[in-house]
T-cell receptor, first 114, second 117 residues
């Protein structure tokens, strides 16, 4: 089945540690995205990528980094510089970056900083 | 600046009732797209509908219907004869492509719908 997978589902991190969240898609989509969701709030864009080896900052990129070495993969690293990283992280993809394209979402990773 | 407002934080209804979720948006762009997504307890967002700014026709899909009114900048979502499985958080979102080609998809804060048996 085509879709987006994210791993792990739950992640615990100690303060000061970097962690990497995995996102893989087999939909042959060019564009991929990372969002953060806090309780009772909408989604906020962290980073997005239009094509392999290219990515752009979203609204809340500070303390995060990404890479796009393969079309299928768009991992997100939450660095120790992110002051409040506890949140639900959602990865998405679309055929291309464009206002008309619906995005398809993965099941999310819930990150908790201990 | 673009903005999406979902004023209803939480709605609770009894099964089989009709329910309308409100969405009001702000943008100066003449070309834009509006979306509705459903987020069930599992967490994954599910795409429901897309509507472009030039198409004000209402749309019906089974028990779901959408009312787009540019005059009031609203894109409301109605569920007819609600069911327990409709319980979820529903997000309205606005997409524009500014002149600098930077991508923008703006989400509302969501409305949590609880359908009680």
């Amino acid at each position: 089945d085509g879709g987006i997978t994210q791993s792990p589902k739950y992640l615990f991190r100690k303060e000061g540690q970097n962690v990497t969240l995995s996102c893989e898609q087999n939909l042959n989509h060019d564009a991929m995205y990372w969002y953060r969701q806090d309780p009772g709030q909408g989604l906020r864009l962290i980073y997005y990528s239009q094509i392999v080896n290219d990515f752009q900052k979203g609204d809340i990129a500070e303390g995060y980094s990404v890479s796009r070495e393969k079309k299928e993969s768009f991992p997100l690293t939450v660095t120790s510089a992110q002051k409040n990283p506890t949140a639900f992280y959602l990865c998405a993809s679309s055929r291309s970056v464009g206002s008309y394209n619906e995005q398809f979402f993965g099941p999310g990773t819930r990150l908790t900083v201990l | 600046a673009q903005k999406v407002t979902q004023a209803q934080t939480e709605i609770s209804v009894v099964e089989k009732e009709d329910v309308t979720l409100d969405c009001v948006y702000e943008t100066r762009d003449t070309t834009y797209y509006l979306f509705w997504y459903k987020q069930p307890p599992s967490g994954e967002l599910v795409f429901l509908i897309r509507r472009n700014s030039f198409d004000e026709q209402n749309e019906i899909s089974g028990r779901y219907s959408w009312n787009f009114q540019k005059s009031t900048s609203s894109f409301n979502f109605t569920i007819t004869a609600s069911q327990v499985v409709d319980s979820a958080v529903y997000f309205c979102a606005l997409s524009v492509l500014p002149m600098d080609s930077s991508y923008k998809l703006i989400f509302g804060s969501g409305t949590r719908l609880l359908v009680r048996p």
